[in-house]
């Protein structure tokens, strides 16, 4: 390692793959090139039935700082990822999806805007399969600095392959529930301080139809994981953090039914903490005041 490279802290990118044969070379190649001095690939992949594995190992013989490890059983994308954390050795965790791109300046901007800040994020690039531009993550979502638990009750914009988190918090947020693990982190993060964000689009985040976050459920489906989400955020909220907790109780009551009170009460949530439950939406203040009145026909379902 040069003398550069030790005076940067270690950073660990976990790749989580799974039958990604098709793009993961190119995602391989955008992390190999990344300019941060410092960093180890950690790649775990969960049983794939393609040729993805004999790819990796392929990068693992021709790279040292790359570490590719094959569960025993399938464990999905949310433990596939929490397994990598507990693989890495870096102070500071990067996520990685098997079918992105990274711009080479990716890490290193990141971290020099880190600071002391437990999470950093920035935005994205939406692409297609062939990687053409379609629009920016921000066009779609508010992103900007987080503090607040709140801002993850019904909505999320702070992306896995976006973000760098210290690896303190991330081994904190072990195990990780059952939900999307930037969604968790997140929401586990605000608990410890802000999530800075950086205004530059730094991964070409390839939208093709078989990604996970594109996967449609039915809405009774999405309904309960709402309500599951809303009730693990109100249990892991710390006393420093009651005023946020009576809230996550509160709205999840208005989940259990569609009745007079519970419509009434779930609007008044929104009107009395839109600053946070709405902070990620890109209206205008009528348009928000208009989606809290909706509040009282419909149950927000969290994507």
């Not at 300019?35 to 190992?57: C, F, G, K, M, Q």
């Not at 464990?75 to 990067?94: A, D, H, P, R």
């Not at 139809?209 to 249990?235: C, E, P, Q, W, Y």
């Amino acid at each position: 390692m040069s003398s550069q490279a030790a005076a940067q802290p270690l950073v660990s990118i976990v790749v989580a793959t799974y039958n990604g044969a098709k793009y993961i070379e190119s995602q391989m190649d955008s992390l190999i090139a990344q300019t941060y001095p410092n960093t180890e690939i950690i790649v775990v992949d969960d049983r794939s039935t393609d040729n993805t594995l004999a790819i990796l190992e392929r990068y693992a013989r021709q790279y040292p700082h790359v570490h590719v490890y094959e569960n025993e059983v399938n464990l999905g994308y949310i433990k596939n990822f929490e397994k990598g954390v507990t693989l890495s050795k870096g102070s500071y965790i990067s996520f990685s999806d098997q079918d992105d791109v990274w711009v080479p300046e990716k890490t290193a901007e990141l971290m020099a805007a880190i600071g002391d800040y437990p999470m950093i994020t920035s935005d994205s690039e939406i692409v297609n399969d062939q990687l053409e531009k379609r629009w920016n993550h921000s066009d779609l979502k508010e992103i900007q600095d987080f503090n607040n638990p709140l801002v993850f009750a019904t909505d999320n914009c702070v992306a896995g392959h976006a973000l760098i988190m210290k690896k303190e918090i991330a081994d904190a947020a072990i195990p990780f529930p059952d939900m999307p693990h930037d969604l968790w982190l997140g929401f586990f993060t605000t608990l410890h301080g802000t999530i800075k964000y950086l205004d530059r689009p730094f991964v070409k985040w390839r939208q093709h139809g078989n990604n996970v976050t594109s996967k449609h459920t039915g809405t009774k489906k999405r309904i309960d994981a709402t309500k599951f989400r809303l009730m693990t955020f109100r249990d892991c909220c710390p006393p420093a953090f009651a005023k946020e907790k009576k809230v996550f109780a509160e709205l999840l009551e208005t989940y259990e039914s569609y009745s007079l009170i519970h419509n009434f009460n779930r609007m008044r949530l929104y009107f009395g903490n839109k600053k946070y439950l709405l902070a990620m939406k890109k209206r205008n203040p009528f348009r928000k005041f208009l989606y809290c009145i909706k509040m009282f026909f419909q149950m927000r379902e969290h994507p």
